[in-house]
């Protein structure tokens, strides 16, 4: 049998009100009140009915969050970080899979989830700003990602340029002078727009060429597109001394080809990915990477939506840059 308030009241000597004042950390409440309805709380396994509090304020206790490959390690990654942040707001997530596809973000955008959830989190891969500016859903929406808006939408994202920069300065110490790109778009990618350009600044700063010959195009962001553009730029005679890809599951494919080639990591050519997940630290060569703070990007995405649920306006755009560090790892430091 389900406990109530009611059934905390009367445990505890209190009135309802002083109970839902705990339970809902409401300020006016001593300690010495508070530490008494919390013992009887614990002794009796009150659990507040979340639905109910949800819906007395109007709301779903529901926030959708929409990506472009839910298949990605990172974006995996990320949703998980995404349901632990908004867990701590006794919110659930709706997870939604976009594909990249414009239309279908076009979709998710418009709120054809409006009823059911309180707000959206897109990470958008195709979407233009002709599609935002369209939209009259009054449900709070925050972008992730590097596709840039000039609209009154909180934009949470990492530095990509200044970020791959890194990682190439991180090769130019080594001594490498040959860096490869994999993971060059031909489509509206920014963010493999802004790692080729991150890449090509580090290279004019060091006072490097930045050879395009070594910049190799992916129609993908996966493992074989990886190994494909890595397989094609040797078969073409081209050999870096360094790699730097687009993402981990870029970089993994083309080790797995060099490997094949008889090349060593990273005697013969060092690699670096972009994301740091998981499968990058357990590889029989592991990764150095750029790691994003996903925690980070989680929590300023569920705040965001949370802080324009409860009333703050919103009448210009905010880009909000998350952290992000250089794991250095085997693939360009070796055994030590």
Known sequence: MRVSLKDVALHAGVSIKTVSNVVNDQPHVTPTMRARVQKSIDELGYRPNLTARHLRKGRTGIVALAL??????????????????????????????????????????????????????????ELEAEDLRQRAEPVPLVLLGEREYDLPYDHISIDNVAAAREAVRHLISLGRRDIAFLGARKGRSQPAHLRLRGWREELDAAGLVADHRL?????????????????????????????????????IGAMRVLSERGLRIPEDVAVVGFDDVVEGRFGAVTLTSVSPDKASIAKMAVESVLSQLNGAPRHQARRIHAGYSLVQRESTLGRG
């Open 68 to 125: 472009p490959e839910l298949g990605n390690p990172y974006f995996a990654e990320l949703a998980a970080e995404v349901v632990d942040a908004a867990a701590e707001h006794d919110y659930t997530v709706l997870l939604d899979h976009t594909g990249g596809r414009r239309d279908q973000e076009t979709l998710v955008s418009q709120g054809f989830r409006a009823r059911v959830i309180d707000g959206l989190i897109l990470s958008p891969i």
């Open 215 to 251: 910049v190799a195009a992916t129609d993908g962001w996966g493992h074989a597109d990886g190994a494909v553009a890595m397989a094609r730029l040797l078969d073409a005679g081209h050999r870096p001394d360094a790699v730097f890809a687009y993402n981990d599951l870029i970089a």
